[in-house]
């Protein structure tokens, strides 16, 4: 454990970034989740399901839990899913 005050200070910050990140992070890879099976499943509310993760997927990126990149690349394979 540090003993300076700001290093006590950051890893204070540290850690609740982390859980936020992480929290974060799941939201996005459930609604991912919930969309591929309903897909496979063919469920009447998949298309519903789709809009939700792609929501999620431009509402992480915009925090900086994923980059641009990654997030136009999981959008481009939930589309052709979904097709």
Not at 4 to 31: C, H, P
Not at 34 to 41: D, G, I, P, T
Request: net charge positive.
């Amino acid at each position: 454990m540090p003993q300076i005050k700001s290093a006590i200070k950051r890893v204070r910050t540290a850690a609740k970034n982390n859980e936020r990140n992480s929290a974060g992070l799941s939201q996005l890879r459930s609604a991912e989740k919930k969309f591929r099976v309903a897909q496979a499943a063919g469920e009447q509310n998949a298309s519903d399901l789709h809009k939700e993760a792609i929501r999620a997927i431009d509402k992480a990126a915009s925090k900086g839990f994923i980059s641009k990149n990654k997030a136009s690349r999981d959008k481009s394979r939930l589309a052709k899913l979904a097709k």
